[in-house]
């Protein structure tokens, strides 16, 4: 069966940009969850929904982030006014139990 | 806050040879972990928990909470073993607190 998809797989911004970056989970999966990976680093918890509700966003780095999830189903995430330091891979992971999570392949993100 | 530190960024052992992957944590409460990995050109995966008490390719991991440790073994290396493995905990509300992870390297 699919797993989790993201897209798009690989972004080049420049700095000062909008992006959207796009996660479908595996379908059922009340759970979704979007991390940051710096080179070199595990993921870092970014935001969490259950179904449509945000129920988490306190890893979000700054109000330039926000993620939406208005269907329950696919997430975005939005970067806007991008900068160097938000280079990093984003990873969608959905969940059907606690704690047990599927990730997607991620999207590496270039801001120059 | 809550902390997972695994102390080897890179970890290289002869296939046959024993492993152990170290995996120390903080946290206040009843500690739920996980160990993930990621093969090469592959996504993260769960490769165990610590509540399922199951051994998975080999692998076991054992709760030590006098060490706060849960460190990730296997008797005898394989080749197919080696890729970055990471250590995870769950955190109030669901979400994962992960280590920085540790190379895992098995040489023929």
């Known amino acids: 069966g699919a797993g ?10 420049k700095r000062g940009q909008d992006v959207a970056l796009r996660c479908d989970p595996i379908s059922g999966h009340v759970s979704l969850f979007w991390y940051q990976q710096a ?3 595990g993921p870092e918890f970014l935001t969490y929904f259950q179904n449509e509700a945000q129920l988490d966003k306190s890893g979000l780095p700054s109000d330039r982030f926000f993620a939406e999830r208005p269907e329950g189903s696919v ?13 990093a891979v984003y990873l969608c992971a959905s ?13 590496r993100l270039t801001v120059l | 806050a809550q902390r997972v530190t695994q102390p080897e960024k890179l970890l290289s052992v002869f296939k046959g040879a024993p492993v152990e992957l170290k995996c120390n944590y903080s946290y206040s409460g009843s500690p739920e972990l996980f160990w993930y990995v990621q093969y090469s050109r592959q996504r993260l995966q769960l490769l165990l928990r610590h509540i399922s008490r199951e051994s998975i390719k080999g692998f076991t991991a054992d709760l030590n909470k006098g060490e706060t440790s ?4 296997k008797p005898f290396a394989q080749e197919e073993d080696s890729a970055m493995y990471y250590c995870a905990l769950l955190e109030y509300g669901n979400k994962l607190v992960f280590g920085a992870g540790t190379i895992l390297r098995v040489k023929s």
């Open chain 1, 39 to 41: 080179l070199g680093q």
């Open chain 1, 4 to 13: 989790v998809s993201q897209s798009p797989r690989y972004k080049v911004a």
């Open chain 1, 75 to 87: 997430s975005t995430l939005k970067i806007q006014r991008t900068q160097q330091e938000d280079s």
């Open chain 2, 70 to 73: 849960f460190h990730l073994k």
């Open chain 1, 95 to 107: 969940s059907p139990r606690v704690g047990e999570q599927f990730f997607g392949p991620g999207t």
